[in-house]
C-alpha cells in the first residue's frame, strides 16, 4: 500500500540553525501539507500547498517556514533560523483531492533543537 | 471558531471489554469527521472517516463511529479491545478548507 514518507525520523539542530525537513508523497497525489505536535499538545496544521504555491497556512507559519516541491516526488518543510519553540514532530500529509479525500499522513520527524 | 474536544485524555481497559472514545465538536456547518490511530513511532493512520449519509460508520480494525449531530459528537467504539489496540487515538473535523483540525489525543491502555 503506497504511503508517505519522511526523513529523518530524528534531526537535532542548534537554534538559529537552518534545517529541511523532507517528505515523499504518495505518488498521484496532488495536495501536500505540513503538521506538527508539540510534545504534550494537539496536532496543529502549518500549510497546505497545490499546484506549486501555498494554498493555506496557519498563523504558525511565519516567515521563518516556507515550503517547496522541488521536484516530482520530494517535499520540503524548512525553517530558517530554528528556536527553541520549534522542537516538536512535524508531519506531512498528502491527499488526492481536496476536502472529501483523505489526508495521508507521514510518520512523523522530531525535531529537537538546542 | 472551529474546535475538537477530546475529555479523556487516558483511558485504561482490560482486554476483551468494550471501548468508547469520546470526540465533541464545535462547527457551524456539517462538518468531516475523522479517527486516526498513532503507534508508538509510527505516523497517524485512518481509522474511519464520516463525510455524509450513514451516521455509523464501520472502519478498520474493527472499529466503528456513530456521528451525532445533536450532541455534536463523533464518538469511537469498539466491542471487544485487543491488546495491539493500545496507542494514541484523534479525533479530526474539516470544514472543507485544507487544514484538519485535530483533538488532544487519547491515549490506551490495554490490560492483558
Known amino acids: 500500500e503506497p504511503e508517505v514518507t519522511q526523513t529523518p525520523s530524528h534531526q537535532v539542530t542548534q537554534m538559529g540553525q537552518e534545517v529541511i525537513l523532507r517528505c515523499v508523497p504518495i505518488s498521484n497525489h496532488l495536495y501536500f501539507y505540513w503538521y506538527r505536535q508539540i510534545l504534550g499538545q494537539k496536532v496543529e496544521f502549518l500549510v497546505s500547498f497545490y499546484n506549486n504555491e501555498i494554498s493555506e497556512k496557519s498563523e504558525i507559519f511565519d516567515d521563518q517556514f516556507s515550503v517547496e516541491r522541488p521536484d516530482g516526488s520530494n517535499f520540503t518543510l524548512k525553517i530558517r533560523s530554528t528556536k527553541l519553540e520549534d522542537s516538536a514532530m512535524y508531519f506531512c500529509?498528502?491527499?488526492?483531492?481536496?476536502?472529501?479525500?483523505?489526508?495521508?499522513f507521514g510518520p512523523g520527524t522530531r525535531l529537537t533543537v538546542l | 471558531a472551529q474546535s475538537v474536544t477530546q475529555p479523556d485524555i487516558h483511558i485504561t481497559v482490560s482486554e476483551g471489554a468494550s471501548l468508547e472514545l469520546r470526540c465533541n465538536y464545535s462547527?457551524?456547518?456539517?462538518?468531516?469527521l475523522f479517527w486516526y490511530v498513532q503507534s508508538p513511532g509510527q505516523g497517524l493512520q485512518l481509522l474511519l472517516k464520516?463525510?455524509?449519509?450513514?451516521?455509523l460508520v464501520q472502519g478498520i480494525k474493527g472499529f466503528e463511529a456513530e456521528f451525532k449531530r445533536s450532541q455534536s459528537s463523533f464518538n469511537l467504539r469498539k466491542p471487544s479491545v485487543h491488546w495491539s489496540d493500545a496507542a494514541e487515538y484523534f479525533c479530526a473535523v474539516t470544514s472543507g478548507t485544507y487544514k484538519y483540525i485535530f483533538g488532544t489525543g487519547t491515549r490506551l491502555k490495554v490490560l492483558a
Open positions: 464520516y463525510f455524509s449519509g450513514d451516521t
Open positions: 462547527y457551524g456547518a456539517t462538518p468531516y
Open positions: 500529509a498528502s491527499s488526492d483531492r481536496r476536502v472529501t479525500d483523505t489526508q495521508y
